[in-house]
């Protein structure tokens, strides 16, 4: 019997970040656009609920984590976010009143991730409330919330019902911090970054569209309210593929039983 070759392919997932399979959304880390596709097909398109004559384009921010003893992350945090030019009160951010609509390819699929970054409390660049991603898909509403330095709570909502089985409460894996506070170390700035598992279970979504809600407290259009960045997503490999995986493991086993039958 012939050899069968398993090959290895990456998942579908992109991450500015970690600079990893951004496809031609690799463009926006020097020059903005309205839209781009990772390689593996994930779609991004900025818009806005202001003026349709502003041009509204996805742009990427970047913000330095340069403290590895808080949280155990050094480098560089980046996000895309929208901007608006000169009519935006944060550039590379999303804003009030500002989304990206975030495609999957083909039919969609069931998210094996969210990454979202510069989420801060209170205190931290001067931000005046604790900052917050929603997040909807069909007929779903996630909800990030940052609840501290180091913290945020995912939940999910069917209409006012909360899916309590989908609630995640996430640790920061670059922390929510400015750096300025005289009761932190000095060095310790982070880039408010959070990763959300399997952040809508089982359902599988063509279109998500991330929004920032204005939030109590908060001066309306102001960059001390609600603010935040995309910063990955991965793909839950399809059925058909795991079964086509399953099958090809199936028929090696049986070519060693063979040739160990043979030998």
Known sequence: MGAIVLASTSAQAFNFTRGTQLGSCANLLTTPAASCTTKHGFTLTAGSEHSTKDKK?????????NFIGDDGYIGD???????????????????LKEYIDLTLAGNG??????????????????????EVVSADTSGLTGKLTVKSTTSALWEVFSGTTQLNSLTQTLTAISNSTDGNSATKTPEARGGGWYSVLNPFGKQSVKTIRLTAPTQPGGQAFHAQNNDY??????????????????????????SRRRKAVQG
Do not use: H
């Not at 384009?57 to 984590?65: G, I, P, S, Y």
């Not at 960045?229 to 049986?254: D, F, N, R, S």
């Open 229 to 254: 960045a995309l910063v990955g997503a991965t793909k839950v490999p399809e059925p058909a593929t795991l079964l086509g995986l399953g099958t090809i493991a199936g028929l090696m086993t049986v």
């Open 57 to 65: 384009v996805l742009e990427v921010k970047t913000v330095n984590d």
């Open 109 to 130: 699929g069931i998210l094996g991730s969210l990454d979202f970054s510069f989420l801060y409390p209170p205190g931290e660049f001067y931000d005046t409330v604790y």
């Open 77 to 95: 945090v980046k996000g895309v976010g929208v901007s608006r030019g000169n009519k935006d009160v944060v550039s590379g951010e999303v804003n």
